[in-house]
């Protein structure tokens, strides 16, 4: 089904290669996992079996592509399109519509299929990802994990013959993960499809005994099972110390100190439809605070809320002692860094470097010391060599460490993030994490919205989990997951307290 033979890509303007010397046969009907660290060629390597890489970039290629008998780097890009889904790591680099219906049906009605075909196939898509309530939605007013769902739809109701997911769950919650990998699995076992899964959350997918390609540096390094020489990687199972410890539902080290948030009763939503209703909590210094729920539970809303983007219906937001009511989200950012769930929404300047010092810049606290941090921020991100590229040139798990250290140049008191880990690979996430701990240990609060249970458990000390617009849990992290099991919120705990 797919034959690659000496493929290398080398992006315009770059002087390292994306792709080197890939070999790679794929038979019909195979399941592979397209595995490896962050920025190591997995989503350019999908972008060439679509024939995109050879029609939207520019670049140096060589080798040959050949999918279905056709070669991709000669045939019209409609032709490959009938043959090749590719699910993109950032389904709104793909969205061509504005409604959820229309996006949908748009591959369908490019094909001139039937109109009843096209809504039987469209109601078929959207119920195999569970998003059978979003038809009549908007795409802005979608959640991350919402328009992943739709994106996936999109590319399932055309029925290709081969499917390419480039982290299709990188937006979801765990209970959605599993969902649509037992969905993958399923068309690829009913239909034949051949399925090819770029992906970290490589222990979800081992139920389904797939074909394991691992790369690094655009070079395949590994092809066969996953064996023990060859495990899906995890985080390291060390827990940093936390600085303080609970007593009576409050950390022991801030007692004479201010809370950095209290929320009271607060009620926020969109378009006067409600999606937090009462909730009320205070959040200290040196707090690392894990935010979890479903997809569509208010999680991004509550981080909007703590910034002053979204005022308040009703109740009351104070962040550092001021009412976000009566400050200017301006004055407010100073002092409280935001990484958005979605990295090219904070991509504003020409090169890695100004990206980085933008913010201390336009604070006009661009110091000497201020560049040797950010220096030092990118030569530990592993972007020390990328300082004069375009951020876009980045792959989706370098913008975000690029959108980290943007925040951490200026050091604010208060950090929130939305979804940090989405598309790093475990050895990068857990050095992320390890440079919150970090501002954590100096009296920094980290708030961080997170879908990875062991994450919560090793590195935050306070667990928060929204369900339906409500705290439904707000307690240190232990109790909090002993509080999930008791609601019946199983996939939400690290696998070593699952039952069996």
């Known amino acids: 089904m797919i034959s690659i033979e000496g493929l290398s890509f080398r992006f315009q303007g770059s002087a390292q290669y994306a792709l080197r010397d890939v070999n790679l046969e794929i038979a019909p009907g195979e399941f592979v996992v397209i595995a490896g660290p962050s920025g190591c060629g997995k989503s350019t390597l999908a972008l060439a079996i679509g024939g995109y890489l050879f029609r939207q970039y520019d670049g140096e290629a060589a080798g040959k592509v050949r999918v279905a008998d056709m070669d991709v780097r000669q045939c019209p890009i409609y032709d490959v399109a009938e043959v090749v889904g590719l699910v993109q790591q950032n389904p709104e680099a793909q969205f061509c519509t504005l409604t959820v219906q229309d996006e949908v049906a748009f591959g369908l009605e490019n094909r001139c299929l039937p109109r009843d075909e096209i809504q039987d196939r469209m109601a078929w898509a959207l119920s195999i990802v569970g998003a059978e309530h979003l038809a009549g939605r908007l795409l802005a007013t979608l959640s991350g994990g919402e328009k992943q769902k739709v994106a996936i739809a999109a590319m399932m ?6 499917l390419i997911f480039d982290e299709p769950t990188s937006n979801l919650d765990p209970t959605a993960t599993a969902e ?9 076992a009913r239909a034949g499809i051949t399925v090819l899964v770029i992906e ?34 995890s985080l390291p199972a060390r827990r940093p110390s936390h600085p303080f410890s609970y007593a009576q539902g409050r950390p022991s080290a801030t007692i004479g100190e201010e809370p950095v948030i209290c929320v009271e009763d607060l009620h926020v939503g969109y378009n006067a439809a409600p999606v937090l209703r009462g909730v009320s909590l205070e959040i200290w210094p040196g707090e690392f605070v894990a935010v979890m729920g479903d997809n569509g539970s208010g999680k991004t809303t509550f981080l909007q809320s703590l910034l002053g983007l979204l005022k308040p219906t009703q109740g009351r937001v104070e962040v550092l002692g001021q009412d976000t009511r009566h400050i200017s989200i301006s004055r407010l950012a100073r002092q409280v860094g935001f990484v958005f769930q979605n990295p090219d929404h904070q991509l504003f300047a020409e090169s890695v470097w100004q990206e980085a010092t933008f913010a201390p810049r336009n604070f006009g606290a661009l110091d000497e010391a201020t560049q040797a941090r950010v220096e030092a921020l990118l030569a530990r991100c592993g972007l020390g060599d990328r300082t004069h590229d375009h951020p876009y040139r980045l792959s989706y798990g370098e913008k975000r460490r690029l959108n980290l250290i943007s925040v ?23 050095f992320l994490l390890g440079l919150l701990h970090e501002r954590v240990e100096q009296g920094d609060t980290v708030i961080m919205v997170n879908h990875h249970p062991e994450v919560t458990c090793r590195y935050a000390s ?18 909090g997951f002993r509080q999930l099991a008791a609601l019946g919120k199983e996939v939400y705990l690290p696998s070593t307290r699952r039952r069996p």
Do not use: C
């Open 462 to 479: 306070r667990l928060i989990f929204f369900n339906s617009g409500q705290a439904v849990v707000d307690a240190p992290t232990e109790e």
């Open 200 to 233: 970290h959350k490589v222990d979800y997918l081992l139920p389904f005994k797939p074909r394991l390609v691992a790369m690094e540096q655009g070079r395949i390094v590994y092809d066969g099972p996953v064996t023990e020489a060859h495990p899906p990687r």
């Open 180 to 188: 649509v990998f037992q969905v993958i699995e399923h068309i690829q």
């Open 408 to 430: 951490l140049a200026y050091a604010p008191r208060l950090i929130l993030l939305d979804e940090l880990l989405i598309g790093q690979d475990p050895g990068n996430a857990a």
């Open 157 to 162: 109701a055309a029925k290709p013959q081969v």
